[in-house]
């Protein structure tokens, strides 16, 4: 079964500093798809950013990107000059590829706080 | 457009009662998704549907729980008879085939059972 592990539950950053948050999984699987979401206070599930296995370019997204290591099974976030407004729980998740189940694997969950 | 819709977003409820949660995916999606969350197990799948069939239920608890999708635009997750240890907020998230795999989560239900 596969599993993925977020080994830091609380991680704090200056505001404007950058900061990067930890994933490793297991799988046995080629094909999959790892996604970062995070959750603010309001319980809200946001998806912050996604990448496809086959991809050897790391995804971005504005602020956020991520360091994907397929061999090291690693898929770190790195948030850029952080803002308060990214203070929440970010939640690390893995999905088959096409034709497996479409559930979605979830870390425990690492609690950001961003100081002003 | 809207997203996922879930009802009620809060429900406090005695040991023994029913419970029924609802959820409205968005409009086009045709897979459908139960999940759990609560501090000691973290976030958990319980059942997904595609096309309004249920296409994986193994992480349903127990008989207590059940599941049902009627039509495309609605779902239900029920809890007969409801327990104390049931007390966690429950997600719905939907999705569209080849559409990126991205899952969509409603704001979530937070049941407490009393």
């Known amino acids: 079964a596969q599993t993925v592990t977020q080994s830091q539950p609380e991680m704090s950053v200056q505001e404007a500093e950058t900061v990067t948050l930890s994933c490793t999984y297991d799988?046995?699987?080629?094909?999959?798809?790892l996604f970062w979401y995070k959750q603010p206070p309001s319980r809200q599930m946001i998806l912050v950013i996604r990448?496809?296995?086959?991809?050897?370019q790391n995804a971005t997204e504005n602020r956020f990107s991520v360091n994907f290591q397929k061999a090291a099974k690693s898929f770190s976030l790195k948030i850029s000059d952080s803002q308060l407004g990214d203070a929440a729980m970010y939640f690390c998740?893995?999905?088959?590829?096409?034709?497996?189940?479409?559930?979605?694997?979830f870390g425990k969950g690492t609690k950001l706080t961003v100081n002003p | 457009d809207a997203g996922v819709i879930q009802s009620p977003r809060h429900e406090v409820t005695e040991m023994g009662q029913e419970v029924t949660l609802r959820c409205k995916p968005i409009s086009g999606h045709n897979s459908l998704f139960w999940y759990r969350q609560t501090m000691m197990r973290g976030l958990e799948l319980l059942i997904y549907?595609?096309?309004?069939?249920?296409?994986?239920d193994s992480g349903m608890p127990e008989d207590r729980f059940s599941a049902k999708m009627p039509n495309a635009s609605f779902s239900t997750l029920k809890i007969q008879p409801s327990e104390p240890r049931d007390s966690a907020v429950y997600f719905c998230?939907?999705?569209?085939?080849?559409?990126?795999?991205?899952?969509?989560f409603g704001a979530g239900t937070r049941l407490s059972v009393l």
């Open positions: 549907f595609n096309n309004n069939v249920p296409i994986d």
């Open positions: 998230a939907s999705s569209r085939d080849f559409a990126k795999n991205i899952q969509y």
């Open positions: 990448q496809e296995a086959y991809k050897q």
């Open positions: 998740a893995y999905r088959r590829g096409q034709g497996g189940s479409e559930k979605l694997v």
């Open positions: 799988t046995s699987e080629s094909d999959y798809y």
